[in-house]
């Protein structure tokens, strides 16, 4: 909302506060002054006006706030235009056909108008607000309505064929050629005014070419009404047309300015365009608007504020601001909500309003003490989880927890039946997910299809399934990826060491993943997840251009046996002693095997070993390989002699004969 200095100083004519000052006060009092500035001898404002408060989208409104604000009475606009002998019903009809869309309006009627630029005054009080001044007729209406907020719209009387207005809902293929000169299509659940056969004007939004006001014009129908905000507002998103009036009706309007703001701009028409008003204007209200009173308790102000305000100051805020003391005794003020304020309904409403106009600067200051609170410790480690798989670079995806049948029968890593729901969303997708894997891949697909580069994806999510009729929920780590099996196992293998528990991989078929290129998550002897490369005939039914690895696991299982802190571990105070063998072992063997069997000599000194180098070629035997393994030994107390570390890495080499007919190479 554009407000200008003189503007508010001829509505408050008391108002010594400087431009500056009123800048603050608006700001202070909760309609934020974005900017303002020098426009010639007055300033300009620019007005944050809240959503609630539409009646504040006009000088008029703007002006009672400060008045209130800075204790400035406000001065009532004169609304008394002279009345001709010729009345309004023997030269035109209204007839609204849908009083619920408009449920008010009023018709004036202006004969022998002179229409011509506005006078300097008038242009110069539009422009100041950013209103372009066409000629005094629409000028004046476009004061009007920046003044007191209520739109109004003036036809070409003559040009109404059977010089007559019909208010109801357009007709399907009806089109109107508005005043910006574009052609809009109408629809049933629009509302237009009409003359006796066509639209002149989409109501509450825009006024139509063909009765628009011209230096040809000599007789106007001025209109001013009330229409339903939903309405407008539906219209005016389905047109993409926001205007002045559909921007004010679309918010909701006085209703009691309807007839005031017609006579208002009748009477500055008269003014500056002559001609004579006609007598008896048309006016069809539908229903008027309960009055509504609420009452305050003094004593309620302190309660919720924290601070004293007297009453006297109460009930002088409150008539400030329009409303009308109907009742009062020590403890408690009734006032009649005035017809602008459709948005106090309560008490706390009221006390909003004298707390905001009081100000908040001696409100007390309570100091309060802040207590934290640790999270439960499955959310601890649901966050690290997250937090680890987004640091080895994958993007979390949270997808929707409904699929279609088919997905069902495929991805059921953790067994059971599907859950099916009575009443699904979408009739395609009526159940829950028993996998994460499907979901993923739509996601993946998504990308790759708008030329997007493949992300690695992961999800940790709830899945679902039924066991013997109960349902069963349970969380599911999942992730995929199309660039290495190498990359999927790794972020796997972080998350479990930084849970400080230890998954196996153990290769074995799974009817989602390919041959030779599958296996299964155990954590101890449970089964806990799929890991692996996606089968070629699913990455081609799901349509992904290239391999994708993945794996699933049982979230739940992995927060269980996790552990948040291990044991402190003192620096060892001796250097670490390193050897690096390399022995020949089948090619069929695997390194968990070889882990496994290192595992159990239980070597007190060996602190950590660890697979480097995996080789085929000259020197190893067809169908062996070479596992070259680093050995580190350490103990707390004294140096650790050669002879003691031949001894451990000897024991290490014959268990490995023994178990695996393994041997060293070169030997």
Same mark, same amino acid.
């Given at each position: ?272 365009? !002559? +001609? ?7 006016? &069809? *209200?539908?229903? /008027? %608007?309960?009055?509504? #009173? ?120 953790? !067994? +059971? ?7 699904? &969303? *979408?009739?395609? /997708? %009526?159940?829950?997910? #028993? ?233």
């Amino acid at each position: 909302m554009r407000v200008t200095y003189n503007w508010l100083k001829q509505l408050l004519p008391d108002l010594y506060a400087s431009p500056e000052k009123v800048a603050e006060t608006l700001t202070f009092i909760g309609f934020e002054v974005e900017r303002f500035e020098k426009i010639g001898s007055d300033w300009a404002y620019d007005v944050d006006v809240t959503s609630n408060r539409p009646d504040c989208l006009s000088a008029l409104g703007l002006a009672r706030e400060l008045g209130a604000a800075l204790k400035v009475t406000l001065k009532t606009v004169e609304v008394s235009p002279p009345f001709s002998d010729i009345c309004t019903t023997e030269l035109t009809s209204v007839e609204v056909m849908n009083t619920e869309l408009c449920p008010h309006y009023s018709a004036h009627l202006i004969l022998g108008v002179e229409v011509k630029p506005s006078p300097q005054w008038l242009m110069d009080a539009l422009s100041a607000i950013g209103v372009r001044p066409v000629n005094n007729v629409v000028d004046a209406t476009n004061f009007v309505t920046m003044e007191l907020g209520q739109p109004l719209h003036a036809f070409d009387f003559d040009r109404l064929y059977e010089r007559r207005i019909v208010v109801r809902p357009a007709e399907s293929g009806e089109e109107i050629r508005a005043i910006d000169g574009r052609i809009y299509p109408l629809n049933e659940n629009m509302l237009v005014i009409a003359d006796a056969k066509f639209p002149v004007a989409i109501a509450g939004v825009m006024g139509g070419k063909d009765t628009e006001v011209t230096e040809q014009t000599r007789n106007i129908l001025l209109e001013s009404a009330l229409f339903e905000p939903v309405n407008i507002r539906r219209t005016s998103k389905e047109l993409n047309l926001v205007t002045a009036a559909s921007y004010r009706f679309s918010r909701g309007v006085d209703p009691e300015m309807v007839v005031p703001a017609a006579r208002r701009a009748a009477q500055l028409i008269l003014q500056i365009a !002559g +001609g004579s008003l006609a007598k008896d204007p048309i006016n &069809i *209200r539908h229903q /008027s %608007p309960q009055k509504t #009173t609420v009452s305050m308790r003094f004593s309620r102000i302190k309660k919720i504020m924290g601070i004293h305000i007297p009453p006297e100051e109460v009930v002088e805020t409150l008539k400030f601001l329009g409303f009308a003391v109907v009742g009062r005794d020590d403890n408690k003020v009734t006032v009649e909500v005035p017809s602008w304020r459709s948005d106090v309904e309560r008490e706390i409403d009221l006390i909003e309003e004298v707390a905001r106009i009081h100000g908040f600067g001696d409100v007390p200051f309570v100091e309060t003490t802040v207590a934290t609170v640790r999270l439960p410790r499955r959310l601890r480690l649901e966050r690290r989880i997250r937090n680890i798989m987004s640091a080895c670079g994958f993007l979390e995806a949270m997808s929707d927890v409904f699929v279609g049948q088919n997905e069902l029968a495929l991805f059921a890593p953790f !067994g +059971g039946q599907p859950v099916s729901v009575r009443n699904p &969303i *979408r009739a395609d /997708s %009526p159940n829950l997910r #028993t996998s994460l894997i499907p979901t993923l891949l739509a996601a993946l697909r998504h990308n790759q299809h708008r030329a997007n580069s493949s992300p690695d994806l992961f999800e940790l999510s709830s899945v679902f399934s039924q066991h013997d009729g109960e349902i069963s929920e349970a969380k599911s780590l999942c992730a995929i990826s199309c660039h290495s099996f190498e990359r999927v196992k790794g972020v796997l293998e972080e998350v479990c060491r930084r849970l400080h528990i230890a998954v196996q991989t153990v290769p074995e078929d799974v009817k989602i993943l390919e041959k030779g290129a599958s296996g299964v998550l155990k954590l101890g002897k449970e089964r806990v997840g799929i890991c692996g490369m996606l089968s070629d005939a699913l990455r081609e039914k799901a349509d992904i251009r290239e391999a994708v690895y993945l794996f699933e696991v049982n979230a739940d299982a992995l927060i269980e046996a996790a552990r948040e802190t291990v044991p402190f571990q003192p620096l060892p105070h001796h250097p670490t002693i390193q050897r690096d063998i390399a022995v020949i072992v089948d090619e069929n063997l695997l390194w968990r095997d070889v882990q496994n069997a290192i595992h159990d000599l239980q070597i007190k000194r060996l602190a950590d070993f660890r697979l480097f180098d995996v080789y085929r070629g000259q020197q190893v035997p067809k169908g062996k390989k070479s596992f070259a393994i680093r050995l580190l030994f350490s103990q707390e107390e004294g140096m650790l002699t050669g002879e003691q570390v031949d001894e451990m890495v000897g024991r290490v080499v014959a268990e490995l004969e023994r178990r695996f007919r393994a041997r060293l190479r070169g030997k």
